[in-house]
């Protein structure tokens, strides 16, 4: 099993620019999630999807929208990209709400 | 501003020396998790407390959660190299699913 993957590892845009990350899960985990880590402020949560179809903002979900594409997909879109989102953004999956997380590797942004 | 609040931001010790690290907050929790995340990868879940005053063991690691679940520390004794990392506490006030991190402690231990 491959657990949590998220693709790319790595990205630079430039600000204006869109594109999406992408994370999958092959635990058949109900709960997804997708966070930021920036220095000195630990993971914050951007946005989560508790089961298949339904999604809900977290504490920073100002410039993402996230799709639920299915019970083993959920991606993250920033439309128009910005320097404050500059960050590692790590995706994670649960078996429910609640429960441990499992996370991916992450994807470290840079926005310049 | 944190809900959960964890001390000290930044340990370095030798190794075969003890170390505390704390996380406080003024909620309650049903729960608390600790994680700890290596340099360029995710957090790995350490252990989850549930009950007020539990205490649990890992090998060399013991995890107290407080007995009013506001807070809870994480004790390595005789600290090795491969203890090295951020450790994260985090927990769900709400009990709605969504975990709410510490800002970490990073510790390091040198040989």
């Known amino acids: 099993n491959a657990g949590v993957t998220q693709t790319p590892k790595f990205q630079v845009l430039k600000t204006g620019q869109s594109m999406t990350l992408q994370c999958a899960q092959d635990?058949?985990?109900?709960?997804m999630y997708w966070y930021r880590q920036d220095p000195g402020m630990g993971l914050r949560l951007i946005y989560y999807?508790?089961?298949?179809?339904?999604?809900d903002k977290g504490e920073v979900p100002n410039g993402y929208n996230v799709s639920r594409l299915n019970k083993r997909e959920f991606s993250l879109r920033l439309e128009s990209a910005a320097p404050s989102q500059t960050s590692v953004y790590f995706c994670?999956?649960?078996?429910?709400?609640?429960?441990?997380?499992?996370f991916g590797p992450g994807t470290r942004l840079t926005v310049l | 501003t944190q809900l959960l609040e964890q001390s000290p931001q930044f340990l370095s010790i030798q190794e075969g020396e003890n170390l505390t690290v704390y996380c406080n907050s003024s909620s309650v929790f049903s729960s608390l998790q600790w994680y700890r995340q290596e340099p360029g990868e995710g957090p790995v879940l350490l252990v989850t407390v549930v009950t007020g005053g539990e205490v649990k063991k890992l090998k060399r690691l013991t995890f107290q959660f407080g007995d009013a679940r506001k807070d809870s520390s994480l004790h390595i004794t005789a600290a090795q190299p491969g203890d090295t990392g951020l450790y994260l506490c985090?927990?769900?006030?709400?009990?709605?699913?969504?975990?709410?991190f510490g800002a970490g402690t990073q510790v390091v231990v040198t040989p």
């Open positions: 635990m058949n985990h109900n709960s």
């Open positions: 985090a927990g769900d006030p709400d009990s709605w699913g969504k975990l709410q």
């Open positions: 994670a999956s649960g078996r429910l709400a609640g429960d441990e997380q499992f």
């Open positions: 999807s508790a089961s298949e179809g339904t999604t």
